[in-house]
T-cell receptor
Framework: DAKTTQPTSMDCAEGRAANLPCNHS???????VYWYRQIHSQGPQYIIH???NNETNEMASLIITEDRKSSTLILPHATLRDTAVYYC???????????FGTGTRLQVTL | GAVVSQHPSRVICKSGTSVKIECRSL??????MFWYRQFPKQSLMLMAT?????????EQGVEKDKFLINHASLTLSTLTVTSAHPEDSSFYIC?????????????FGNGTRLTVT
């Protein structure tokens, strides 16, 4: 599965959009981009995933570049409860056997 | 949505004893479950893949005789930490996959914090 690169940490003011980038330059044609987050002392929570089209759900939007070498997770109106570690994971086939990197620690502030 | 329940959420045990952690899929059947371990300020590390009705597959470096996994039904997998030592203190998390749903996300439990004294 392709390796991903994310910034170690980011800050965002409450109410503003949080844009979390992820580089996956070695992604192959059949690999999906998944985003999970982990709030402190809880299990990971699925956010969104996509192949090549942009996706949106009730939690976030996923923007994938045309060459698929990078993507951005957008939380449109961040709240304090969005403070968490966000993981970008690229894998093929089913969503089995996720390998977690170090993720981006998002701190939402007042 | 699909819910995975872990029990207990916290457990403290004495060194040398064994601890069992349960992972249940509440509203779906899971032929495959995964067990992760997470040390403070680190990411999740996959320990093993639990398959209903067959032996678990362990990741390299994980002792299968120390971390016993049983997946006896489509809704329950258990992880038993045998002869626990303080270095086994960690956050253990399970996840489950809904069968027949390609590209669907995994569903995670809320973890079990094990402290060995």
């Amino acid at each position: 599965d392709a390796k991903t690169t994310q910034p170690t940490s980011m800050d965002c003011a409450e109410g503003r959009a949080a844009n979390l980038p992820c580089n996956h330059s070695t992604i192959s044609g059949n690999e999906y981009v998944y985003w999970y987050r982990q709030i402190h002392s809880q299990g990971p929570q699925y956010i969104i995933h996509g192949l090549k089209n942009n996706e949106t759900n009730e939690m976030a939007s996923l923007i994938i570049t045309e060459d698929r070498k990078s993507s951005t997770l957008i939380l449109p109106h961040a709240t304090l409860r969005d403070t968490a570690v966000y993981y970008c994971i690229v894998l093929t086939g089913t969503a089995s056997k996720l390998t977690f990197g170090t993720g981006t620690r998002l701190q939402v502030t007042l | 949505g699909a819910v995975v329940s872990q029990h207990p959420s916290r457990v403290i045990c004495k060194s040398g004893t064994s601890v069992k952690i349960e992972c249940r899929s509440l509203d779906f059947q899971a032929t495959t479950m995964f067990w992760y371990r997470q040390f403070p300020k680190q990411s999740l590390m996959l320990m093993a893949t639990s398959n209903e009705g067959s032996k678990a597959t362990y990741e390299q470096g994980v002792e299968k005789d120390k971390f016993l996994i049983n997946h006896a039904s489509l809704t329950l997998s258990t992880l038993t930490v045998t002869s626990a030592h303080p270095e086994d203190s960690s956050f253990y998390i399970c996840s489950a996959e809904s069968p027949g749903t390609a590209h669907s996300p995994l569903h995670f439990g809320n973890g079990t914090r094990l402290t060995v004294t």
